[in-house]
């Protein structure tokens, strides 16, 4: 058999004896095909005891092809559902204020399940800065399907009525 094997250019590696009869050997997917028709030559029979790798993964994996249409239909969803913003987080503004950038994000079309091409954060900020009074800083990132709103609002302090008197510090 192993002549019949060296013979037909079958490469067999990590080859271990067992008994005089039976023998250990690996193969690759490309000879594999080839070492069944040496065995019918020889007489001999041949069991495989692991079939592993990437190879003989593609195979079976060409042998079902439903599973393969379900595997890419599973990433081509993935893909597309990765279009679109499907969360808006506000953060450093209080409920109210949360609630009416939330209002202005509808009113220039911002809103969950919309296209991520169709969203610029600059454009976004801009408005937000123009619409809302009271912000010290307005930041806009997309970060994958969450468009991250972070503000910081003023903090102006109620002057008294009268005359006060003022402290260097």
């Known amino acids: 058999f192993l002549s ?13 004896f067992i008994s005089p009869s039976s023998i250990t050997a690996r193969v690759g997917i490309a000879d594999y095909h080839s070492l069944v028709e040496a ?4 007489g001999c029979s041949v069991r495989a ?23 890419m239909a599973f990433f081509a969803v993935v893909f597309f559902l990765a279009l679109f913003v499907w969360r808006i987080d506000v953060t450093g503004a209080s409920e109210e204020r949360t609630l009416e950038i939330m209002k ?3 009113a220039t079309g911002i809103v969950p399940r919309v296209a991520r091409r169709a969203v610029d954060c600059d454009t976004v900020r801009n408005t937000l800065w123009a619409e809302i009074d009271g912000l010290a800083f307005v930041s ?12 910081a609002e003023k903090d102006i302090p109620q002057l008294p009525d009268g005359p006060v008197d003022l402290v260097a510090a």
């Not at 019949?4 to 271990?16: A, N, P, Q, W, Y």
């Not at 065995?39 to 020889?42: E, H, N, T, V």
């Open 104 to 106: 202005v994000l509808k």
């Open 140 to 151: 806009v990132e997309l970060r994958g399907v969450v468009l991250s709103v972070n503000v």
């Open 49 to 71: 005891f692991r079939r592993g790798g990437a190879p003989f993964l593609l195979e079976s994996v060409s042998r079902r092809k439903t599973a393969l249409v379900g595997i």
């Open 4 to 16: 019949t094997c060296m013979g037909r250019g079958i490469e067999l590696s990590d080859v271990g």
């Open 39 to 42: 065995q019918r030559a020889s």
